[in-house]
């Protein structure tokens, strides 16, 4: 069964902080891992990573894949309060995007 | 910009109601997406779409349908609405095979229902 498991579930960290997070996946057909952000409403989309070892990065944010591992991490330095949020990774097969439960990131003045 | 609107932000029903949850996108996206997301479970996959009239069930279809008769246009239908589905819906949408860009979802607002 396709499944992908975030880890921690949650962090309270503080402003300047740097956080990784972490995103396991076991999907059928896998196609491509992504990163979503997801503060009062919808997600909104952060990264999406097809490639094992290339770094992908916007800002503070920084990801990266390892497709011999089946894992992902997603790295926010000099973190802001700003950045509380939740943390949503997917792995994508052929149609279906399979979600984790999200980390829950809280950054502390 | 790509937008996704969804019918409703907030909505309440009885049980046995059915209901319907509209989702709409402004960018010819081929695939669509119903979602449904509860604390501590994250985002389940209910049913998606990757063409007109076409539909495939996702993780979690029981006690819901859905339609597409328009590309822009994918509805979500619970034929009797029960207490279990109180839960934010979450509507997505996406480009089809193709493009490197492709399998980015962008995201409705969400639609939180109460089913009493």
């Known amino acids: 069964e396709d499944k992908v498991v975030q880890s921690p579930l949650s962090l309270v960290v503080h402003e300047g902080d740097t956080v990784t997070l972490n995103c396991s996946y076991e999907?059928?057909?896998?196609?491509?891992l992504l990163w979503y952000k997801q503060e009062k409403k919808a997600p909104t989309f952060l990264f999406m990573l097809?490639?094992?070892?290339i770094e992908k990065k916007s800002g503070r944010l920084s990801s990266i894949l390892d497709k011999k591992e089946l894992f992902s991490i997603l790295n926010i330095t000099a973190t802001q309060t700003g950045d509380s949020a939740i943390y949503l990774c997917?792995?994508?097969?052929?149609?279906?995007?399979?979600f984790g439960t999200g980390t829950r990131l809280k950054v502390l003045a | 910009d790509v937008k996704v609107t969804q019918s409703s932000r907030y909505l309440v029903k009885r049980t046995g109601e059915k209901v319907f949850l509209e989702c709409v996108q402004d960018?010819?996206?081929?695939?669509m997406f119903w979602y449904r997301q509860d604390p501590g479970l994250g985002l389940r996959l209910i049913y998606f779409?990757?063409?007109?009239?076409?539909?495939e069930k996702g993780d979690i279809p029981e006690g819901y349908s859905v339609s597409r008769e328009k590309k822009e246009r994918f509805s979500l239908i619970l034929e009797s609405a029960s207490t279990n589905q109180t839960s934010m819906y979450l509507c997505?949408?996406?480009?089809?095979?193709?493009?490197?860009?492709?399998?980015?979802?962008?995201f409705g607002p969400g639609t939180r229902l109460t089913v009493t």
């Open positions: 779409s990757y063409d007109v009239k076409m539909k």
């Open positions: 997917a792995g994508r097969g052929t149609y279906k995007y399979i």
């Open positions: 097809t490639s094992s070892g």
């Open positions: 960018m010819d996206h081929e695939n």
């Open positions: 999907v059928t057909n896998f196609r491509s």
């Open positions: 997505a949408s996406s480009l089809g095979a193709g493009r490197a860009d492709s399998y980015e979802q962008y």
